[in-house]
């Protein structure tokens, strides 16, 4: 059966008024929380905001990392790595774009140490990739990342808003086997993309899945209340034999921690109807 895990800050209570951030009072406390809902791994949010302090990306951080992981049997299985959004590989000067590529290059490095496999990159919101000299920027430095990615084990895996045949033909641009895509079940609801289609097109280098339910062309809401068609997306799952890892990366509720449990088990609901 297909793992599935949460994305980190989702079982305590939200900072502020954002959806996602990484928490710092409570990370720790997170993998044990992570074993009592029955997940079975966390992807970390690897944000702009004290990024050097970050625990994927400090020797310090690792340690504590790894001793969590040994204590509770719940590995970090992948990083979103939110620091992108901030800091893009194009539309910026020739400068940026170098120290966003030794960012990642530096990030493959320290997180796989503590047993991370997959870096995820989003090109969407104010990152969304927009023209072909944006794709040309992004192939260029994320490319300069891939000797790190060969010799630590670690894909790079992008979210993009673009349509699906034109996704695909930026991953195969790359002629790379550690480029992969990492589909967002909400943000291609939301996007009015239909998800068989989709899926059997992106299919070969799916490597990750979010899962989320949005409004067509809005924001997210509780799974089962947007335009995420999620009966489609499993059969199509099914029709590409998809093994890889599915990550909550579901709407806040004041109980984040119970909401979390019961999309578990949504999740794990249809991956055993459709045979996954």
């Known amino acids: 059966m297909n793992p599935v895990g949460v994305m980190q800050g989702r079982l305590v209570p939200r900072i ?37 302090e970050n625990p994927i990306y400090t020797s310090g951080g690792i340690k504590k990392v790894r001793g969590l992981i040994d204590k509770t049997g719940i ?53 969304a990739i927009k023209t072909e000299e944006d794709k040309a920027e992004l192939i260029k430095y994320v490319s300069s990342a891939l000797p790190a990615a060969e010799k630590h084990g670690v894909a790079i895996s992008l979210e993009t808003s673009l349509p699906p045949l034109e996704f695909r033909e930026l991953i195969e641009r790359f002629n790379h086997p550690l480029m992969a895509v990492n589909f967002d079940i909400g943000n291609s609801a939301s996007m009015g993309y239909e998800p068989g289609f989709e899926i059997k097109t992106l299919g070969p280098f799916i490597a990750n899945i979010h899962i989320k339910d949005r409004i067509l062309h809005g924001g997210t809401v509780p799974l089962g209340e947007g335009n995420a068609d999620f009966p489609a997306v499993f059969k199509a799952l099914k029709g590409i034999s998809y093994k890889g890892p599915f990550i909550l990366q579901t709407a806040r509720d004041a109980d984040d921690a119970g909401v979390a449990k019961k999309y578990l088990g949504m999740v794990r609901n249809y991956i055993k109807e459709y045979g996954l």
């Not at 992570?34 to 949010?45: N, T």
Request: hydrophobic letters at 40%; a negative charge; charged letters at 30%.
């Open 16 to 52: 502020g008024d954002r959806i996602q951030a990484f928490p710092w009072e409570r990370w720790e406390e997170e993998f044990e929380t992570a074993k009592a809902c029955g997940f079975d791994s966390i992807e970390f949010i690897f944000e702009a905001d004290r990024s050097d």
């Open 75 to 127: 590995p970090v299985s992948s990083i979103c790595a939110d620091y992108f959004m901030e800091h893009p590989f194009f539309r910026v000067p020739e400068e940026a774009k170098k120290e966003s590529a030794d960012v990642l290059i530096s990030l493959i490095s320290m997180s796989s140490q503590a047993g991370v496999r997959l870096i995820e990159i989003p090109c969407v919101d104010q990152s």
